[in-house]
């Protein structure tokens, strides 16, 4: 039976950043790209600055670079879902369940975000999981 059936996730993502095309060689853009990611960072300072980061840097060079244009709206998106999502925690706190998942899921938040960036910064493409797709 072949174990060529199923691939790692590392695999599926190098398979579809192949199908999407070469990487991003325009220094700007990638540089732009990273600062949407990283500008989430933004939130742990400012309240909803986590969306508010990469609302900017998007509504900025949407038009300009479409790299910049694909990670702004990736980092959006994933940010406007863990809030989501940790809101949730939060509220589930009071049952106790919460109390486990809230940290987890600042930690996935952040490991994510910096995973991004550098794929963001070496001119790949990156979806992050757990991701639901408003922009």
């Known amino acids: 039976m072949g174990d060529d059936k199923f691939q790692s ?3 599926i993502a190098s398979n579809a950043a192949s199908q ?4 991003e060689t325009d220094s700007q853009a990638r540089q732009w790209a990273m600062l949407a990611h990283l500008s989430t960072f933004a939130g742990y300072l400012i309240p909803f600055g986590n969306i508010v980061g990469p609302l900017v840097v998007w509504l900025m060079k949407k038009d300009e670079l479409p790299f910049v244009d694909e990670h702004a709206k ?3 998106n994933f940010q406007i ?3 989501i999502w940790i809101a949730i925690a939060v509220a589930s ?6 109390i486990a998942i809230t940290p987890i899921l600042v930690v996935l938040d952040i490991v994510f ?3 991004a960036a550098i794929k963001a910064n070496s001119g790949e493409r990156y979806r992050y999981p757990m991701t639901i797709r408003f922009v």
């Open 20 to 23: 999407t095309g070469a990487l």
């Open 9 to 11: 996730a590392d695999e």
């Open 113 to 115: 975000t910096i995973i």
């Open 93 to 98: 706190i009071f049952c106790f369940v919460g």
């Open 81 to 83: 879902s863990m809030t």
């Open 74 to 76: 990736e980092a959006l």
